[in-house]
């Protein structure tokens, strides 16, 4: 368990986060293991995913962004995207 008190952990529990997004939008793999069952809901969360997180490059969040409005979705950020 993360004890969000310290910042350390803080701050590595979002790399790992942070790298999960990054290489999860090429997979069907949830963080936790637990697969989808389609292929399609898997890169429908990491993309929406990838557009709330804040500490992601911004251009990364806006090709994830453009990938989800080409498809009719929205995406999670809070407009900064």
């Known amino acids: 368990m993360i004890d969000a ?21 090429s997979s069907n793999e949830q963080p936790q293991g637990r697969r989808f069952s389609r292929r399609a809901a898997a890169e429908n969360t990491m993309h929406k995913c990838i557009t709330a997180v804040r500490s992601l ?11 989800l409005e080409e498809r009719g979705l929205e995406a999670l950020d809070d ?3």
């Not at 008190?5 to 999860?24: E, H, K, P």
């Not at 490059?57 to 990938?67: A, F």
């Open 57 to 67: 490059p911004m251009e990364l969040r806006l090709n994830s962004k453009r990938w």
């Open 5 to 25: 008190s310290g910042t350390d952990d803080v701050a590595r529990y979002n790399q790992v986060c942070n790298a999960i997004l990054l290489s999860s939008a």
């Open 79 to 81: 407009g900064d995207v």
